[in-house]
């Protein structure tokens, strides 16, 4: 049962446009994640807010934005796509900040063309 | 250097028989967890497991952290277990719930 939505499921695109992605939890969780999927199924972080706040941003091209209005959501803008940005981005969150269950999104495909 | 890895790459059985995937890791760690993926799909979390043993099912997870490597163990395999193994630990001090991840096991189960 998903309780972490994420939209859209896929996003072509072109080089230098800009994309966002949406991200809400239902499970009332604090802390919210992003994480980049790449080619070879490695995951890493990019972004985790807790209750609104950045709470980690890792060596990430200043072209990603996260936005947060809540802490039920966490979007991620990127200003102007590069080829090496195509990805699953996922979204995901947990309870409080650490020594929890992550709970993923199905995740956001992108490719630029 | 790689601080997570998992082992085998790829695995490929026969409906019914076992396997047994490896996540050694290089550091000191916090909580140890182990998510399932298929393909085009969503990550699902099968174990939080810091240390011991935990079972669930056909799944049995059992990290050993003096040893540093946790183990997941699949019995009866069955075809819909086929997808992506992903184990991932959280470090101790940072306070921040950042996960490393492994490069992962593909698992293949034939009918």
């Known amino acids: 049962e998903t309780a972490v939505f994420q939209t859209p499921n896929y996003h072509v695109t072109q080089v230098g446009n800009e994309v966002s992605f949406n991200c809400k939890q239902t499970l009332g969780h604090d802390t919210m994640y992003w994480y980049k999927q790449d080619s070879k199924k490695l995951l890493k972080i990019m972004f985790s807010y807790n209750n609104k706040q950045l709470i980690v941003n890792e060596t990430v091209p200043r072209r990603f934005s996260p936005q947060s209005s809540d802490k039920a959501h966490l979007n991620l803008r990127i200003k102007s796509v590069e080829p090496e940005d195509s990805a699953v981005y996922l979204c995901?969150?947990?309870?409080?900040?650490?020594?929890?269950?992550?709970?993923f999104g199905h995740g956001t495909k992108l490719s630029v063309l | 250097g790689q601080q997570v890895q998992q082992s085998p790459a790829s695995l490929v059985l026969q409906e019914g028989e076992n396997a047994e995937l490896q996540c050694n890791f290089s550091?000191?760690?916090?909580?140890m967890q182990w998510f399932y993926q298929r393909p085009g799909g969503s990550l699902v979390s099968l174990f939080y497991n810091p240390s011991g043993t935990k079972h669930s099912g056909r799944l049995t997870s059992t990290t050993v952290i003096k040893e540093r490597r946790s183990s997941l163990h699949i019995s009866s395999s069955q075809t819909t277990d086929s997808g992506t193994y992903l184990c991932?630990?959280?470090?101790?001090?940072?306070?921040?719930?950042?996960?490393?991840f492994g490069h992962g096991t593909i698992l293949r189960v034939h009918p």
């Open positions: 550091t000191s760690l916090n909580s």
């Open positions: 995901a969150s947990r309870p409080g900040q650490i020594n929890e269950r992550l709970f």
């Open positions: 991932a630990l959280e470090r101790p001090g940072a306070n921040t719930g950042k996960l490393t």
